[in-house]
């Protein structure tokens, strides 16, 4: 087994954050559709479709069937990896870039990279969470 003493390049950052966006949106979209159902019943509504997590899980197994867990997956596990990307891909390259040019260091180096990402995260997926929503 061959051992790596380097840092993953851009392209390698970028690939890891890919792959870390598409897992957690399918492993996460089960429950996403659970949320949604439940919050569609309201808190007080004396009719509500699911007592519970597991009663609404059990309940949309058995009514619709185990792929329905995935509905609107694509989609949102597209808009996980554009999320992922763009927050590692923005936050690696300017903590390079600022450290390079000795700019910043320590926690203020963490608030300026953290913020840059962010924002260019929040600009990218702007039309995919407006395309989600409507």
């Known amino acids: 087994m061959r051992k790596y003493n380097r840092a ?7 690939t890891i954050g890919m792959y870390a966006g598409l ?3 399918f492993v996460g979209c089960p429950s996403e559709i659970v949320l949604v159902r439940m919050m569609a019943d309201g808190p007080v509504d004396p009719f509500r479709r699911y007592r519970g997590l597991v009663d609404a899980f059990v309940k949309i197994w058995k009514s619709e ?10 989609l949102t596990m597209s808009r996980s990896v554009v999320i992922s ?17 000795r700019k910043a260091h320590g926690f203020l180096l963490h608030i300026y990279t953290s913020m840059l990402a962010s ?3 929040a600009i990218v997926t702007l039309p995919l969470d407006t395309f989600k929503t409507r």
């Open 23 to 25: 897992l957690g949106a």
């Open 119 to 121: 924002l260019v995260t």
């Open 85 to 101: 990307v763009a927050q590692i891909g923005t936050y690696a390259q300017a903590r390079s870039y600022l450290v390079e040019q």
């Open 65 to 74: 069937g185990f792929n329905t867990f995935w509905r609107g997956g694509m």
């Open 8 to 14: 993953p390049s851009f392209p390698e950052k970028l």
